[in-house]
């Protein structure tokens, strides 16, 4: 019998432009009335609901499948991608150069893009596949983990469901970890503000401040209220970025001045620092699911290089000339907490930069609420039990982070810790992996040994860089406290 439908996975909820990576109400993003199940040959069937085999899928295409409410542009995707990648990361950049020097961080953050890049498109290439044999106009980041492994060798397909299960672990530990550093960065720049105009109080104290706003804040359940917040974050932070590089590029000294390699010891604070920047790969499926020409996307000059290639060079810059500026006087975590305290116009960029960080913590929020409370929801049955029950584990998540910045007040080992250990699993490791499990029986010779080598170097880099990050990150932080 062969499946005939105007609409794949008519149950699946439409796609809008407020759609990140789950719906509100936890759908999987796979219809319950088909499974697909691939074949001896590799080519994937479409099975109904009564185990008839349907024919071949390979004509099917996904992006013109996809039904979207308000599909998104290339500008804005760009827009949105720009926005996404660019927050505290960038400001802790300098920071990551002086943990590295500046010969060795100049090569290894653009090493690091187009790897991190590269892993982007993995991503994508392997939704579109696995869309292909799933017959499902898009999927998220844990479906296609769970796909990859369902449609991989016949002895890891049981590990299906534990490959979704740890894409989404790691996705509310990374998302959660970028909410610690945000209440942090709100806190110590803050500090910094109040501090030279009118008095000094602990950053416990203004973290302590921000927790009943920023719980607030985070009651808001959906996206589209939260947009004009959104919007005056990111003028906020454009303008906070201009006159930052305006301060950096006074007077800069000769090379010679700072280290162009730093030690070996210090070279995985980097790797940690420079990852958590350049992690936004959970990012990468919904803005390409939600786009009206998702086609532009990939491509040489398609808006995910770009995009990058921007971000790469934003990163690359700042980190380069705000090490070389301050040398190793950088601060911890923050180059704006570099900038002069008797100028106004730095003083604003402090509380600019706060006031922006604040507005985004929501953004970073969603995604981990997205992932725990549909997994919770069934625990509560009546409608108003479910909306307190929510209420309270908004709360919960949000009083979590606050507690964790209490404890760890040192914003640049946070950053390091989170992007060592969180956000190179979801940058660096799972993606060459999905990649191996999609196509494993489709290439062979050369081309399987080649994409072999290259995945598995991929996956060495980023369990180094767990490993070793998360070590020394761990480490600048009990060290400190067991004085």
């Not at 796909?147 to 740890?166: H, I, Q, V």
Request: charged content about 10%.
């Amino acid at each position: 019998m062969t499946i005939k439908t105007s609409r794949v996975n008519e149950d699946k909820p439409l796609l809008t432009g407020t759609t990140t990576l789950y719906n509100q109400n936890g759908n999987n993003f796979l219809s319950p009335s088909f499974k697909t199940s691939p074949n001896s040959s590799g080519v994937s069937d479409t099975i109904g609901k009564n185990g008839d085999v349907g024919e071949s899928t390979l004509d099917y295409n996904p992006l013109l499948n996809r039904q979207l409410e308000n599909p998104t542009s290339n500008f804005d995707t760009m827009v949105h991608l720009l926005k996404g990648n660019i927050g505290t990361g960038i400001l802790a950049m300098p920071d990551a150069f002086r943990n590295s020097g500046w010969v060795v961080g100049l090569i290894c953050t653009i090493l690091l893009g187009a790897i991190c890049t590269h892993c982007m498109h993995i991503l994508v290439r392997c939704s579109h596949e696995l869309c292909v044999r799933t017959q499902s106009p898009s999927l998220s980041f844990p479906n296609v983990a769970e796909m990859a492994f369902e449609y991989g060798p016949p002895k890891l397909r049981k590990y299906s469901s534990t490959a979704s299960k740890f894409i989404n672990t790691f996705l509310v530990i990374t998302q959660l970890g970028f909410c610690c550093v945000y209440f942090l960065f709100v806190a110590t720049n803050l500090q910094e503000v109040i501090s030279h105009y009118f008095f000094y109080m602990s950053v416990q104290w203004y973290l302590v401040i921000l927790l009943v706003p920023m719980i607030f804040l985070n009651c808001v359940k959906s996206l589209k209220y939260l947009t004009p917040a959104s919007f005056l974050a990111t003028v906020l932070t454009v303008i906070g970025l201009g006159i930052t590089f305006f301060y950096l590029l006074q007077g800069l000294p000769k090379t010679s001045s700072v280290k162009a390699f730093s030690s070996w010891h210090q070279l995985p604070l980097y790797f940690g620092t420079a990852v958590y920047a350049f992690e936004g790969i959970g990012m990468v499926l919904p803005l390409e699911n939600n786009m009206k020409n998702p086609e532009a996307f990939n491509g040489m000059t398609g808006v995910l290089n770009t995009g990058m290639v921007i971000v790469t060079c934003l990163y690359t810059s700042i980190g380069f000339f705000g090490y070389l500026r301050y040398g190793d006087a950088v601060k911890l975590g923050s180059i704006t907490l570099n900038l002069p305290s008797q100028d106004l116009l730095a003083q604003s960029v402090r509380a600019a930069m706060a006031f922006a960080i604040f507005l985004s913590y929501s953004l970073q929020f969603y995604v981990p609420i997205g992932i725990v409370w549909p997994a919770l929801k069934g625990y509560f049955h009546s409608q108003s039990t479910q909306h307190y029950a929510e209420l309270s584990i908004r709360v919960f998540l949000v009083t979590l982070t606050f507690a964790l910045a209490a404890a760890i007040p040192n914003l640049s080992a946070v950053i390091s810790l989170v992007g060592s250990f969180s956000s190179s699993a979801l940058a660096l490791i799972f993606p060459p992996i999905i990649e191996l499990m999609t196509f494993w029986d489709q290439c062979s010779g050369k081309e399987f040994v080649l994409m072999f080598i290259k995945d598995i170097v991929i996956v060495i880099i980023g369990f180094l860089g767990f490993g070793f990050g998360s070590y020394v990150s761990l480490w600048n932080i009990i060290e400190p406290i067991s004085r």
